[in-house]
């Protein structure tokens, strides 16, 4: 089964600093660096450092092919991907604090200029069955949705970062939602703030009752993470304790690994577990994609 991450790329201009700077404060860096990023990159990293078919697929200029190459190198098939001499690519302005925690400012570049006729011709090569990954860094996401809905594709989406008009999207064509507490707040139109795990499987059955049809895969931090539907009911794993380094592209580790596992045959159960094992590998490193593991590491094969 092939794998589209339809989405960003950024190049993400990591500052590792003492705190995240507050209003009116000029803050020196510990270190900077370049790395890759972009939510969609990262998702598409994800699934060919897990050993899926998969491929990214997304606008960027030509200062960005070299991330390109990196996902190459993780196994990705970058040749659907559009490289134009009008844009540039994003770019994500990262704090990462001594705790690992990070604030990100973006500039969506090329990101935000994906045409229909870009999306049909990426869509071309995929057809009933295959997945579809999308995350809401890009632009006509309801395009992309009805589009891949047409030709039967199975549609998994991780709406963040979140904004109210997502709420406006075909989200009722969505197979598999993953979802951060906030999102998943957002989304059940929760004002309180779940702290027990009572009141997360209850804001899990929430979702699922706005969109019973679909999966909700929902990450709750160092709480764990959840996996509910209709047909399977609810799981639940722990996070695996790794020394916290750099958060970043954390979601999009366990997105990728609880794909893969899926794809492995694995119930919901031990999906969790291995994504959480990934992510808690790739947060012991530093950068995005670079930090996630490889598939032989977290599923010894
Ligand atoms: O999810 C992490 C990613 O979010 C970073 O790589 C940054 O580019 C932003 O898109």
Redesign the pocket.
């Known amino acids: 089964m092939k794998y589209l991450v339809l989405g960003?790329?950024?190049?993400?201009l990591t500052f590792r600093v003492d705190h995240i700077v507050n209003a009116g404060e000029t803050l020196a860096s510990e270190s900077v660096s370049r790395?890759?990023?972009?939510?969609?990159?990262?998702q598409a990293a994800a699934l060919g450092k897990a050993g899926l078919e998969a491929y990214y697929g997304g606008k960027l200029g030509e200062d960005g092919e070299w991330i390109l190459s990196k996902l190459r190198s993780f196994g990705v098939d970058t040749s659907l991907s559009v490289i134009s001499s009008d844009c540039h690519t994003?770019?994500?302005i990262?704090q990462i604090d001594k705790s690992g925690q990070?604030c990100?400012v973006?500039d969506a570049g090329g990101n935000k200029m994906i045409d229909d006729d870009e999306i049909d011709s990426i869509l071309s090569h995929f057809s009933a069955g295959d997945v579809i990954i999308m995350?809401n860094?890009v632009n006509s996401i309801a395009t992309m949705m009805e589009k891949a809905h047409e030709k039967g594709m199975r549609i998994c989406f991780n709406p963040?970062?979140f904004e109210d008009y997502l709420m406006t999207l075909p989200l009722s064509y969505v197979d598999t939602f993953f979802v951060n507490e906030i999102e998943g707040r957002t989304m059940a139109g929760w004002d309180k703030v779940p702290s027990s795990d009572e009141e997360f499987r209850e804001l899990a059955s929430d979702l699922l009752s706005i969109f019973p049809s679909a999966k909700f895969v929902l990450t709750a931090g160092k709480k764990g993470a959840y996996c509910v539907s209709a047909k399977d009911g609810i799981a639940y794993a722990p996070i695996v304790d790794y020394p916290v380094v750099d958060t970043?592209?954390?979601?999009?580790t366990f997105c990728g690994f609880f794909l893969a596992a899926t794809e492995r045959g694995m119930s919901n159960q031990e999906a969790l577990e291995k994504a959480s094992i990934a992510s808690g590998i790739a947060v012991s490193r530093l950068g995005?994609?670079e930090s996630m593991p490889f598939g032989k590491e977290v599923f010894g094969v």
């Open positions: 960003s790329v950024n190049i993400d790395n890759a990023g972009g939510k969609g990159a990262n994003g770019q994500a990262i990070n990100i973006l995350q860094e963040s970062p970043t592209g954390a979601g999009d995005a994609m």
